[in-house]
């Protein structure tokens, strides 16, 4: 996955080359990464907004990127985490899963990422000034060990305490 993305960033090192690539040639670059067509698209938007609205910087505000098309509260976080070092949480269906678990929360809201009370909950989890390192560690962890289908709780470092593995016993 390093390879795809040093490409990427390589044949598009600004925005102003991703928008003046096709989106035929956007697509072909992301597919390896199981991106699909509309991500190619929203790229290139997204690549024509930055651009004219902010010089070809990308925003530092988690506002300002949720305004971006197919911009979201995970995109828009995981963007201030890992481009600008700041520290917040992320929520995709990923860590999701390993929160709830481990500590067994669940959550009424249809789209569970969605939650306000499980970003607080994640957000008090945070180790401060560290939260990059724990977000890439919450997932490679669910990558790794507490996939979706056949996690691998037998070798899992948490299982001594992980309230899902003994019900699961």
């Excluded at 390879?3 to 044949?11: A, D, N, P, S, V």
């Excluded at 992320?90 to 860590?95: A, S």
Aim: net charge positive; proline share 6%; with cysteine.
């Amino acid at each position: 996955m390093k390879k795809i993305f040093h490409y990427f960033f390589t044949k598009y090192p600004t925005f102003y080359f991703l928008t003046k690539a096709t989106v035929k040639t956007i697509e072909n670059d992301i597919k390896p990464l199981g991106i699909s067509h509309v991500r190619a698209v929203a790229l290139k938007r997204i690549g024509k907004i930055i651009i004219s609205k902010y010089g070809g910087h990308v925003p530092s505000d988690r506002e300002a990127l949720i305004e971006l098309p197919h911009v979201g509260p995970y995109i828009a976080n995981a963007t201030l985490c890992f481009a600008f070092n700041l520290d917040v949480p992320m929520l995709d269906t990923n860590i999701l899963r390993v929160i709830t678990r481990y500590f067994t929360i669940s959550s009424k809201h249809r789209k569970k990422t969605n939650d306000p009370v499980l970003w607080k909950y994640l957000d008090s989890l945070l180790p401060k000034g560290r939260v990059k390192e724990f977000n890439y560690a919450l997932l490679d962890f669910a990558f790794k060990i507490c996939s979706s289908k056949n996690p691998k709780c037998f070798i899992c470092p948490l299982k001594k305490s992980c309230i899902y593995i003994k019900n699961k016993i």
